[in-house]
């Protein structure tokens, strides 16, 4: 079956369509392949290798992993979900992801029997006139279709200025100077992530001003915000209770320093790839709460 349903949501893998409730939630073609892939075969591990070739193919040259964990740190942005406690996608360290949702077919839609109804008098589909009057109908549900999509592109593809978001310099708590690098190097990948050409449609990030860069003390969102002409800003810090580390992201409306979203990571180590899928999350989490919460402006 190409359409599922797991929790609140229903994604059609031959269309790439995914909704919750009923509204369509962005997602790229690439994660979309991934998602279809993962819910075609519910808690069964699915390897980084199968993932490889079903999405990216044998022969096709790419950084594999930035692209494998942009994917499915895209995919669990839009469902709302989270590496440490998750309720869709499992990570199975070094082998792949298991979809641990219950996945099952939508609430099949009953059809009526086929019948035409021209002022008020119903007549047999399977007459010439009731043939004639159906495909009348047909006709007009296309138009009442054509008009509809045409109205949701014209929305949707309305012209929006970029949301500008300045990044913060990441906060190292640790009382270890050896976690400096870790920090810097989350929050520069962060950038990066957030500098990406699409994103770039709607995001026009900050990373390196001189305001960003004042000691935490002395540090006042609303000044750094009026100076850069910001509207969000995001900032993290690196904590450890000397076994695990933790790093807590946030992202901060500068109107009224309200927490718009925030999120933990712990992790036993930050070698690269971890400090790159870290910033991936980060950075699709925040790409989603701007779009879910930047209205499009009316068409004219």
């Known amino acids: 079956m190409s359409r599922t349903r797991f929790g609140l949501f229903e994604f059609d893998s031959a269309s790439g369509v995914l909704t919750r409730e ?24 699915v390897t980084r290798d199968d993932l490889r070739a079903a ?5 096709t040259f790419v950084d594999f992993e930035r692209g494998l964990n942009f994917c499915i740190a895209q995919v669990r942005a ?9 309720r869709f996608i499992e990570t199975i360290p070094r082998r792949g992801y298991r979809f641990i949702a219950p996945v099952s077919a939508p609430a099949n839609v009953v059809t009526p029997r086929a019948t035409s109804v021209t002022d008020g008098v119903t007549a047999p589909a399977g007459t010439s006139a009731g043939l004639r009057r159906r495909q009348i109908a047909i006709v007009v549900a296309l138009l009442a279709g054509v008009i509809a999509a045409g109205f949701v592109h014209r929305q949707v ?35 990066a992530r957030l500098a990406t050409p699409d994103r770039l449609q709607r995001i026009a990030v900050i990373g390196n001003a001189a305001a960003l860069h004042r000691p935490r003390a002395f540090r006042d969102l609303k000044a750094i915000g009026e100076s850069l002409d910001a509207e969000y800003v995001v900032l ?23 927490h718009v979203w925030a999120n933990t990571f712990d992790r036993s180590e930050f070698p690269l790839d971890v400090q790159g899928e870290l910033a991936e999350s980060i950075a699709a989490a925040v790409d989603g709460k701007l779009a879910a919460s930047s209205p499009v402006p009316a068409s004219r």
């Open 157 to 191: 593809t309305t012209t929006r200025s970029p949301v500008r978001v300045a990044v913060l310099p990441f906060d190292n708590e640790t009382g270890s100077t050896a976690f400096d690098l870790i920090a810097g190097g989350v929050a520069d990948a962060t950038v």
């Open 78 to 86: 839009a469902l709302g979900d989270s590496a440490e406690s998750p």
């Open 236 to 258: 993290a810090q690196v904590k450890s209770d000397g076994g695990r580390v933790r790093l807590i992201a946030h992202l901060i409306r500068v109107s009224d320093e309200a």
């Open 22 to 45: 009923g509204t369509p939630i962005r997602l790229q073609p690439q994660p979309a392949r991934v998602l279809a892939l993962l819910v075609e075969r519910p808690g069964e591990l």
């Open 55 to 59: 999405v990216w193919g044998e022969a």
